[in-house]
């Protein structure tokens, strides 16, 4: 069945690169998503790879995918405190880019 | 623009009762999605509206239903309610086609049930 599996923690130190990694089963998704979410907030949007893409950069972050593999990565440089949260790894399965399968969630500590 | 909105944002009924949450929309996106997220199953689909109609539907029992109006708002309703319950209810707007379907989420309904 469908599934996405994350690792569930991750700790790094401040200025160092942080690598979110995730694996999907579906391989017809179409967009792959990197969602980020505080404590006592919903999720907000950090970024998104089309499945034809191998890498997708926006400021702090990279998103690398090896869809043979189907594995998706997230990269944020310079990982400041401000970045701990909880990073999920969604995928869709419909040309709609809704009903998303998420991973558990990958929490990031940072510390100073 | 105003972000999605939930309402309430927390609540407290005991088991057996019924439970009906609200989500505005960002305006202008016509779907409306819903997830349940538990510490033990994570975040879950339970359904999705567009144009009023529901679109997907997750794999939950009857108990949770939900709606749409034509000014986009959606209601979701779980009936019986159990202890398993429990959980934050997320929406997420969207427009709803084409591009790459970005989820704009409201900050959720925290529903406990005793």
């Known amino acids: 069945g469908e599934d996405v599996e994350q690792s569930l923690f991750l700790s790094v130190r401040e200025g160092d690169s942080s690598v979110i990694n995730c694996t999907y089963t579906?391989?017809?998704?179409?967009?792959l998503y990197w969602y980020k979410q505080e404590p006592g907030a919903g999720l907000q949007l950090l970024t998104y790879?089309?499945?034809?893409?191998d890498m997708k950069q926006d400021q702090r972050l990279t998103v690398l995918l090896n869809k043979k593999d189907k594995h998706l990565s997230l990269r944020i440089a310079d990982t400041q405190t401000g970045d701990s949260a909880i990073y999920f790894c969604?995928?869709?399965?419909?040309?709609?880019?809704?009903?998303?399968?998420f991973g558990k969630g990958t929490t990031l500590s940072v510390s100073s | 623009k105003a972000g999605v909105t939930q309402t309430p944002r927390y609540l407290i009924k005991t088991r057996g009762q019924q439970v009906t949450l609200s989500c505005s929309p960002i305006?202008?996106?016509?779907?409306v999605s819903w997830y349940q997220q538990t510490p033990g199953q994570g975040l879950q689909f339970l359904f999705e509206y567009f144009s009023e109609t529901q679109r997907n539907k997750g794999n939950f029992p009857g108990r949770f239903s939900g709606r749409q109006f034509s000014n986009s708002r959606s209601e979701m309703n779980v009936s019986t309610l159990e202890l398993g319950d429990s959980a934050l209810y997320l929406c997420?707007?969207?427009?709803?086609?084409?591009?790459?379907?970005?989820?704009?989420f409201g900050e959720g309904s925290r529903l406990t049930v005793l």
């Open positions: 790879i089309f499945s034809n893409m």
């Open positions: 997420a707007s969207s427009p709803g086609q084409g591009g790459a379907g970005e989820l704009f």
């Open positions: 579906d391989s017809s998704s179409t967009y």
């Open positions: 969604a995928e869709s399965p419909n040309q709609a880019g809704t009903a998303l399968i």
């Open positions: 305006s202008g996106h016509r779907s």
